[in-house]
């Protein structure tokens, strides 16, 4: 499943705690949703670049397993935006479930 | 070519060399680990195409790469060229004001103009300035849509309105576009130097080698223009719709790729559209016959970089679209 226009607020929740690499970062939303929210890989990276663009995320190079990588970190603007997202996602997951549940 | 290679060469068509570099590099990465863990990793990074779209969203193309020195160091105009486009606007002004109904003409006029003094007083040499004139800039093709609607008629309105925006607003996006990518530290590397060239005159010449890939749409979007305006009204933009989709026919069916032949198709192109432009005068048409020449003096601006490159350049190192 992918839930359109979530992408972002899923990137920015999965380096909340820690920085992390693009492949680290598609799999661990994979794992956390059990593999229901799958997106294509080749999209996230885009994704990664628009946060940068407006200032949620910043990269840096780092090194995993002797390999360079380029790892994002969420910026306090960022952690803003994940606040902002998830409150809107509770608005909306609550109004879809209403209407769902009770028809 | 290996399935990796020709998803990273679909994906990054069109980018600047730096932003390919950044993308080959992340997707390589991405690759090795997905590899390293099982699995399909090219059916995992999915459609190279839909990924090309999304990248030329966030990182800069080729084209905003050979744009980005043009804004972001300008050149100030000289003072022999305000001097020369403020008589060229002063003179038109006055040709109308001859002409036309001048009380209906003029307010329409002061809102075409109106943003012009803004490349020498504000020019958009910023993230924050560009987001200002993009602004300023869609503000004013809706007043000139609605102030030629309101003196002139729709039809006035809605063909003005599309020119205005696509002159005015289109440069100033793509300056905007630039200006918040190169904000999250992307580079780009100078159009190599061609010697004898202006930065402007290189940017050209590189288009005509290479093509410009906003061409695909805006050739075709300027003819149906045309043809709307020719079937709108006959008298005044029929003999010159009629004159450039002949040139358009003739430069991709005439063998004209010598400098002689070139210079002789070049001279018919030109008399024509000059004939085209005053003949609508002859008969009266409806509307000012100053749209045509309006229209003749748009495509000889456009045709001004050309000019110069033909001087400049040995015949030898003409690209094909320079003997049009």
């Known amino acids: 499943m992918n839930v359109r226009g979530t992408l972002p607020a899923l990137i920015l929740e999965a380096i909340e705690r820690r920085p992390d690499h ?3 970062i598609a799999q661990r939303i994979k794992e956390r949703s059990s593999g229901v929210l799958d997106f294509k890989e080749g999209t996230l990276y885009p994704a990664l670049h628009k946060l940068e663009m407006e200032g949620s995320v910043e990269s840096f190079e780092g090194i995993e397993k002797g390999r360079a990588r380029r790892y994002y970190r969420i910026t306090k603007e960022g952690r803003g935006v994940l606040a902002k997202g998830r409150k809107e996602w509770g608005k909306v997951s609550r109004a879809v479930s209403v209407i769902l549940e009770g028809a | 070519m290996t399935p990796l290679e020709q998803w990273l060469a679909d994906a990054t068509r069109g980018l600047s060399a730096e932003s390919a570099s950044r993308v080959r590099e992340e997707i390589q990465q991405h690759y090795d680990s997905a590899t390293e863990a099982g699995g399909d990793a090219i059916a995992a990074l999915g459609d190279p195409r839909a990924a090309n779209r999304a990248y030329r969203k966030v990182l800069l193309t080729e084209q905003e790469a050979i744009l980005a020195p043009a804004f972001t160091q300008p050149k100030r105009p000289s003072l022999r060229s305000r001097l020369l486009s403020s008589a060229a606007l002063a003179a038109w ?3 109308l004001s001859r002409k036309h109904d001048w009380p209906r003409i003029w307010p329409v006029q002061l809102a075409i103009f109106s943003t012009l003094p803004l490349s020498w007083l504000f020019p958009a040499t910023t993230l924050k300035r560009s987001r200002v004139r993009a602004y300023l800039a869609g503000v004013q093709a809706a007043v000139v849509v609605g102030v030629a ?9 809605l063909t003005v309105g599309p ?3 696509l002159l005015n607003y289109l440069p100033n996006y793509k300056s905007l576009s630039i200006f918040r990518k190169l904000a999250t530290g992307q580079t ?9 060239l202006t930065h402007l005159e290189a940017i050209t010449l590189h ?15 300027v003819l149906l223009m045309l043809v709307g305006a020719a079937a709108w009204l006959p008298a005044t933009f029929a003999p010159m719709t009629t004159c450039l989709i002949a040139a358009v026919v003739a430069e991709r069916t005439l063998p004209i790729y010598t400098e002689e032949r070139s210079r002789r198709y070049r001279i018919a192109k030109w008399t ?17 016959w100053s749209g045509a020449i309006f229209m003749a003096c748009l495509f000889l601006m456009s045709e001004r970089l050309n000019i110069l490159l033909r001087r400049k350049l040995p015949v030898a190192e003409w690209p094909k679209r320079l003997y049009w």
């Open chain 2, 93 to 95: 002004i006055l040709l």
């Open chain 2, 272 to 288: 024509a559209m000059a004939v085209a432009a005053v003949l609508p005068a002859l008969y009266g048409a409806r509307i000012p």
């Open chain 2, 207 to 221: 288009r005509l080698r290479n093509g410009n890939p906003s061409d695909k749409y805006l050739a075709p979007v």
């Open chain 2, 149 to 157: 609607w309101w003196y002139q008629g729709w039809d006035v309105g």
């Open chain 2, 163 to 165: 020119f205005v925006f």
């Open chain 1, 22 to 24: 693009g492949y680290s």
């Open chain 2, 188 to 196: 780009y590397s100078p159009l190599p130097g061609e010697p004898g």
